[in-house]
């Protein structure tokens, strides 16, 4: 996919890694309505959450606890994941 905002590939990523493994990455995300958010993006292209393989789902739950950690530092108002 060679629009695909998401893959680190294609250089169109908006934000810094914070933390990466051999299956996801996470990003900080800056925006006009979410800030102070993270994403978790899994290396492997994919067109749905439900395609994730079981190495993902792991590192996807692993890199959620970090997020947590990263963003508690914000000291937000509560959290989503979505």
Known sequence: ??????????????????RRDDSCY??????QVLRDAVMII????????????DAEWSSTHFLMKE??????RQRPGGYSIG
Request: contains cysteine.
């Open 42 to 53: 899994p290396r492997r292209h994919i067109e749905t959450p439900f395609e994730l393989t």
């Open 67 to 72: 997020a947590k950690k990263f963003l508690d």
């Open 1 to 18: 996919m060679h629009d695909c905002p998401f893959c680190l590939q294609n250089d169109l990523l908006d934000g810094g890694i914070i």
């Open 26 to 31: 996470m990003v900080e995300f800056h925006g």
